[in-house]
């Protein structure tokens, strides 16, 4: 069914940059679309990017646009992350999850990213 | 952007009751609609896609149903596993994706 699993969440300090990555294994990663999605303590699920499976195009949610960039190297099986400009609203948890064109089937188990001076 | 609201917020149902959960898109979404299940600690689990199939390994208790603007998740005889947070999610048109905003189900 393949697994995915997230790393490079941290604490950043607002304005402060990180680069979060998913290591995809278990199925043929570069066949499928991909997306990061967003849980802030205590809150509900909010769609973050996505990323279709050649890496164009790309969309973004306008809370993070301009400020995030998301990117997949097919050849390393990884989907990464690039978050900038961090704000106190963006911590969050990170997940990353696998597209279908029926929903988002295959989920990693996060990596926390809070933003704190 | 297409707005889902879930209702209720929380809900309390007995262990072998039935859970009856809502969703409401604020435009068509013919049966683009998910559903999915996160417990405490844990990333989201897709349970329902097309409004009303069930994804791979999901026990036949939990059905969806549903079509355009309402939807509903089902339980039909609640297991102590089953209480957790629920979220639907429109595939409709996007981006963006949206989700509702989760619907807790407490045991009683």
């Known amino acids: 069914e393949g697994q995915l699993v997230e790393s490079g969440g941290g604490l950043v300090q607002p304005g402060g940059s990180l680069r979060l990555s998913c290591a995809a294994s278990?199925?043929?990663?570069?066949?499928?679309?991909m997306h990061w999605v967003r849980q802030a303590p205590g809150k509900g699920l909010e769609w973050v990017s996505y990323?279709?499976?050649?890496?164009?195009?790309?969309y973004y949610a306008e809370s993070v646009k301009g400020r995030f960039t998301i990117s997949r190297d097919n050849a390393k099986n990884s989907l990464y992350l690039q978050v900038n400009t961090l704000r106190d609203e963006d911590t969050a948890v990170y997940y990353c999850?696998?597209?279908?064109?029926?929903?988002?089937?295959?989920w990693g188990q996060g990596t926390t990213v809070t933003v704190s001076s | 952007e297409i707005v889902m609201t879930q209702s209720p917020a929380t809900l309390s149902v007995s262990p072998g009751e039935r859970a009856t959960l809502s969703c409401r898109a604020s435009?068509?979404?013919?049966?683009?609609l998910a559903w999915y299940q996160q417990k405490p600690g844990q990333a989201p689990r897709l349970l329902i896609h097309?409004?009303?199939t069930r994804a791979t390994g999901v026990p036949a208790r939990f059905s969806g149903g549903g079509f355009g603007t309402e939807f509903t998740l089902t339980i039909s005889s609640l297991q102590s596993e089953d209480f957790a947070v629920y979220y639907c999610?429109?595939?409709?048109?996007?981006?963006?994706?949206?989700f509702g905003q989760g619907t807790r189900l407490e045991i009683k």
């Open positions: 999850a696998r597209a279908r064109r029926y929903g988002l089937d295959v």
């Open positions: 278990g199925f043929t990663f570069s066949t499928f679309s």
């Open positions: 990323v279709s499976s050649s890496g164009s195009p790309t």
């Open positions: 435009q068509s979404i013919s049966s683009n």
């Open positions: 097309g409004a009303f």
């Open positions: 999610q429109q595939y409709h048109n996007w981006p963006p994706i949206t």
